[in-house]
């Protein structure tokens, strides 16, 4: 269908080019549009329109989508690839610090796709996964993959069944994405055979462990961060799954509790978005080597700010029971601590103090009112639970002191 506005702009580039109908005689002027038959307009105007510059040229239709049916059609499901935590056909940054346990959560959430078992308090949807690992050998990736397979019941004949599918990449170059001298930024080989087996196999999830390996781009530029994000949703859609990229968080990011490093284009620019942080106290120590928290910081598609506490156990990461965060796991530590050593220096000065709640020299009262306790904020009650917790790791006990004829009884460190 031609225009009006088609016409004109056809005859003022005849008039140009000297244009005629193959079927007209000799003429001075072009013969109007509608005198061509539909064949021979179509064609003309291509190639008027082609001859134009550039700047000149008619801008390409938006395509709109096209709703009109969608009143007598039932409203899709949102697809995923583990239930209100990774859309499916998107991808995601997962962030933490080097040594937190990143790479053997992603390897037991591979795992869990593989086999259809739990992750984390869910079921990944079922099927093949793909774990590309740079910072690894193939003998630090066995020694995971036998913990986390004993840790299901599973052998790794079942894995290979299931689909998971490992490459090893440490000491090779595992870029996938590159900025060229121009700031453009392009796809690599390695990119290339990925994307194919992606779209062959039809991964669940593809594991990118770590960014900064298969990124040589800037990581502060916005425009190059998007375009990595680009690439990384393009394999998430041939895959018809999720892919994860892991990464480390810059000290700013992990000061701040983002777990972003570069421009916070990194938030934007992924549709889930999880951090993995230690347990730390107040002044920055960490508390317990053992413990960990998975924050989900970002979920696109449904809810977000979940939080798992885990444990490091056998040689993967479980949840911990009962435990809702690490901020408050911390700071019962600390108080824990700061109670053993107002008993001990309370000892040590020949103070006596109580576990029962109506003596006047009562532990909880009395540890309250010292200065270390308040220059941490520290109050009666949480002293009083920290005596409990203590009682209950047989850390504390009550000691019977004094003559037969007057005993008494005094709160101690137990040896």
Same mark, same amino acid.
């Given at each position: ?205 593809? &594991?990118? +462990?770590? /960014?900064? *390996?298969?990124?040589?781009? !800037? @990581? ?7 375009? =990595? $994000? ?94 809702? &965060?690490? +901020?408050? /796991?911390? *700071?019962?530590?600390?108080? !824990? @601590? ?7 220096? =309370? $000892? ?68």
């Amino acid at each position: 269908m031609f225009t009006a506005a088609n016409r004109e702009m056809a005859l003022r580039v005849f008039e140009d080019l000297g244009i005629r109908s193959p079927s007209s005689p000799p003429d001075d002027e072009p013969p109007p549009v509608e005198s061509f038959d539909a064949y021979e307009t179509t064609a003309l105007v291509e190639h008027a329109v082609e001859a134009l510059p550039q700047e000149q040229k008619p801008a390409a239709k938006l395509p709109w989508l096209n709703m009109s049916e969608w009143d007598g059609r039932p409203i899709p499901e949102r697809q995923w690839a583990i239930r209100d935590r990774v859309p499916l056909k998107q991808a995601g940054l997962f962030s933490g610090e080097g040594g937190t346990g990143k790479s053997i959560i992603e390897l037991m959430k591979n795992v869990a796709h593989v086999t259809a078992k739990d992750w984390l308090g869910t079921v990944p949807e079922p099927g093949p996964a793909f774990y590309l690992g740079a910072e690894d050998d193939k003998d630090e990736i066995h020694i995971r993959l036998a913990a986390i397979a004993q840790h299901y019941g599973v052998t790794f004949k079942d894995l290979i069944g299931g689909g998971l599918h490992v490459l090893p990449l440490l000491g090779q170059d595992a870029t996938l994405v590159a900025a060229t001298k121009g700031g453009t930024v392009e796809v690599t080989g390695l990119y290339r055979q990925l994307f194919e087996a992606a779209g062959d196999i039809k991964p669940k999830n593809i &594991s990118i +462990d770590t /960014l900064s *390996r298969a990124f040589s781009g !800037n @990581e502060i530029d916005r425009v190059q961060v998007y375009a =990595f $994000a680009m690439h990384m949703q393009a394999l998430a859609k041939v895959a018809d799954g999720s892919v994860t990229v892991l990464s480390h968080p810059s000290l700013q990011g992990i000061n701040s509790g983002s777990g972003l490093s570069g421009s916070t284009a990194w938030h934007g620019a992924f549709r889930f978005r999880q951090y993995l942080k230690a347990a730390k106290s107040d002044d920055g120590e960490q508390v317990n080597n053992d413990l960990r928290e998975l924050e989900f910081k970002k979920n696109q598609y449904g809810p977000r700010g979940e939080t798992i506490v885990l444990r490091y156990q056998r040689g993967l990461f479980l949840p911990e029971g009962g435990v809702s &965060s690490l +901020d408050k /796991l911390a *700071r019962e530590a600390k108080v !824990n @601590e700061t109670f053993l050593e107002l008993l001990h220096r =309370f $000892a040590g000065q020949g103070r006596n103090v109580s576990a029962t709640p109506t003596a006047p020299n009562y532990a909880p009262t009395a540890f309250a009112d010292d200065p270390d306790a308040k220059r941490h904020g520290f109050r009666k009650a949480d002293m009083k639970d920290a005596m409990a917790r203590l009682f209950s790791a047989g850390k504390v006990h009550i000691e019977n002191y004094g003559r037969p004829s007057r005993p008494a009884s005094r709160l101690t460190v137990k040896p």
